[in-house]
């Protein structure tokens, strides 16, 4: 048998960061194929991002009324599942959010200081309804109505994820550990013959400086799955004491109010993780739950309480935990 070892590479993308790690014989480099995974990852930028005006995306959300719109097929794939989640959800996710995470502060647009006022939410929400889209599966086409405007930042680092993942499965490579943003997925065994581990950062930590275990939620294996996780305290503003988070209910108009410091979901793919977070955040803890439990849902909230912060787990979750 071949010597293995595991072989880093990073990168950056979509305003954030990528790495990847992954076992491979002694005599191959995953540097040669950093193009490939840099392509994967710059792909769902280049079709996804509401921060460049050439992306599928914003072209499509820019054009007039009444109008189809042929989509790349990543594209169309995760606009797809954005809309099951939406449709599963009962709007509560909702893709076409854009117009109030713009509003907010939270999109391309500048920056926001002060919340803004109950007429400008109110006229943001009317742009707001998963349901005004149509698709055409096969043409891969979505249907502008009319001032829709999608967002897939919930889903886009996800789906990206799992893009890295195929793109090392087409090369042969049998274990690998992909991030994106902070999502991650993991498949196959270290050379010792130990599964990737990871560990679930507790909120306040500083980000990339997590140095000791008390700083870590809890500790788990993602050899075959994906995790992702969802915080309030990475983008938000503050007004007159009240701290405004970019998690924007779709349904009211306005960031969530209730204590939930983050959430993370475990899914056999990060594309089922990524909205999953966001989904959670908006529902909170108590209807959260019940429809992590329903669906059988590996769910991990963290909330702020008056004594600090409190964990609570799915069975699905703390079944994980075990395994």
């Not at 993602?222 to 996780?229: D, F, N, P, Q």
Request: charged content about 20%; glycine content about 10%; proline content about 6%.
């Amino acid at each position: 048998m071949k010597d293995l070892i595991v072989q880093s590479a990073q990168g950056h993308t979509m305003g954030t960061t990528w790495s990847v790690r992954a076992v491979l014989p002694v005599e191959l480099t995953l540097r040669s194929w950093q193009g490939g995974i840099q392509g994967a990852v710059d792909l769902v930028d280049d079709q996804m991002s509401t921060y460049k005006s050439a992306s599928a995306l914003s072209r499509f959300n820019r054009s007039p009324a009444g109008t189809w719109h042929v989509l790349p097929p990543e594209c169309f794939e995760v606009v797809k599942y954005a809309l099951h989640v939406a449709c599963d959800s009962d709007g509560a996710y909702d893709p076409t959010l854009g117009p109030l995470v713009n509003l907010w502060g939270f999109g391309p647009d500048a920056a926001c200081s002060e919340p803004p006022s109950d007429a400008v939410i109110d006229a943001a929400r009317e742009r707001i309804g998963w349901w005004k889209l149509k698709l055409d599966e096969l043409t891969h086409s979505a249907f502008q109505p009319g001032g829709v405007y999608l967002d897939l930042s919930s889903v886009a680092k996800g789906y990206a994820v799992d893009l890295v993942g195929r793109y090392l499965d087409s090369l042969g490579v049998e274990a690998w550990l992909v991030e994106v943003g902070g999502e991650l997925k993991g498949k196959g065994m270290k050379p010792d013959g130990t599964p990737w581990r990871i560990g679930i950062e507790r909120p306040g930590a500083a980000v990339g400086a997590v140095a000791y275990m008390d700083q870590l939620s809890q500790v788990l294996t993602l050899s075959g799955r994906a995790i992702a996780t969802s915080g309030d305290y990475r983008r938000q503003f503050e007004n007159d004491g009240t701290r405004y988070s970019h998690h924007i209910d779709p349904r009211t108009g306005r960031p969530v109010p209730h204590a939930v410091a983050s959430v993370s979901i475990l899914a056999s793919e990060a594309i089922q993780a990524d909205p999953m977070g966001t989904l959670m955040t908006v529902l909170g803890p108590e209807q959260g739950m019940a429809y992590a439990r329903e669906r059988g849902l590996a769910v991990m909230f963290i909330l702020r309480g008056a004594s600090g912060l409190e964990e609570r787990l799915s069975p699905a979750f703390e079944a994980a935990l075990m395994s």
